[in-house]
């Protein structure tokens, strides 16, 4: 801008000193509270949107027909995820996640697991993972596998490599078969490690509290009215 715009307009600034401040002060709050919303809506409009197949994954839920009236839970039995590779050929792959209540032994003291949940092989597929030691093919191959964040990897064992290090747990010995990195805030499901389990002699439908999460993940766009029906 030429200083003969300039000086003209600044020497208006300070004339009129107290009205130039309110505009000025005025302007910024709203620039920043317009910035504020749109980092808040971009960030909850994100929610586990670093998953590259995010668009084919469903999470199945349960509607319970009770006396007094039906309600949903966000579990499901056991057989479901089995099931539905069996019978339904629209779906590509099933994962469960279940509650993995582990108190681990650090340095002499019982320290409670926080966010560590059961799964298998399939989890890797559905979901993506970062991977910064091992791999998706051997990570939950067998039992007492367990898969650690960096974060948590760094708390159990500290700075450096872990692959192959063994924790207990529970009274359980665990072998550590990856690393991952750190889950984004923005997941819907917090993960610190996740734990090998084998749901496969699972088979009634009724006798559990359908305490494990079932998410599929499908070939292509999910038909979720054709896929309800069908359940």
Known sequence: MPAAFIRPTVRRLFRH??????????????????????LYVHYELGYDGYNVKAARIVRVTTLVHAPESDFHVAGTPYPLASALLRDCPDVEAAARIG????????????????DFYYSEPAIFTVFTFTF????????????????LTRSAATTCFGKGPVLG???????????VTAVIADRPANSDIHINALVYKDWSSETSWTNSDFNVYTFVLFRDKPDITGFNSRL
Not at 99 to 114: D, H, I, M, Q
Not at 165 to 175: N, Q
Request: a positive charge.
């Open 132 to 147: 910064l030691e091992g791999s998706a093919s051997t990570a939950l191959s067998r039992p007492h596998s367990i898969v």
């Open 99 to 114: 509650s993995a209540s582990l108190n681990l032994r650090l340095n002499g003291e019982t320290v409670a697991g926080k």
């Open 165 to 175: 290090k063994t924790l207990t747990a529970s009274g359980e010995t665990y072998r």
């Open 17 to 38: 000193g107290s009205f130039s401040l309110i505009n000025i002060v005025g302007l910024s709050i709203g620039l920043s509270a317009c910035l504020l919303i749109f």
